[in-house]
């Protein structure tokens, strides 16, 4: 069971969102070495922790940090795929509110998460939050899936060069 799971408090304030199947698909998109559904959690949970803190709107962070990466990759030509930090936060934006009814903060924190790489900053001190967590979660989950290939690239070697001593 993962750390936001077992916060009850926040498993009921996105719960309406995890029933919804088409997001749900995310689940099956790579995202940083990891599932896009993954890495969405992390984002909204480490935001819903911080703008509880700060007595902040927590509940709407919560929602719309969970929503912030709502597309697949199926919505994007191969070429758009690469050009898809530029354009998935006008896309997940659509996406998010064809499915839920948002507030424009929501709407904020989704359309704005990748600024400065979109040139509109955030207007709210909830969406700056997220946008910045989103970095950060970001780097961390890059850094270790390099690690993790890294290693399993060592340890290849090392299995492999195991395999040749034994023979000699
Ligand atoms: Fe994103
Ligand atoms: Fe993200």
């Not at 689940?27 to 922790?49: A, D, P």
């Not at 970001?138 to 690239?153: G, I, Q």
Request: hydrophobic share 40%; net charge positive; with cysteine.
């Amino acid at each position: 069971m993962n750390y936001f799971q077992k916060d009850c408090e926040y498993n009921n304030i996105v719960n309406h969102v995890l029933k919804n199947p088409k997001f749900l698909e995310i689940n099956n998109c790579r995202h940083h070495g990891i599932t896009r559904l993954e890495h969405s959690f992390r984002v909204s949970y480490f935001s819903y922790k911080i703008t509880k803190k700060l007595r902040l709107d927590y509940k709407n962070t919560a929602v719309a940090a969970l929503l912030h990466d709502f597309f697949t990759n199926d919505q994007f030509s191969k070429k758009e795929l690469r050009l898809s930090a530029f354009r998935h936060p006008k896309k997940c934006l659509e996406n998010a509110s064809e499915f839920f009814s948002l507030s424009d903060m929501q709407k904020d924190i989704i359309y704005s998460h990748m600024f400065p790489l979109i040139p509109r900053p955030p207007r709210y001190l909830e969406s700056w939050i997220v946008s910045m967590v989103d970095k950060v979660v970001a780097a961390y989950e890059f850094t270790l899936s390099y690690y993790k290939l890294y290693f399993s690239k060592i340890e290849n070697m090392a299995a492999i060069a195991m395999l040749i001593l034994v023979r000699f």
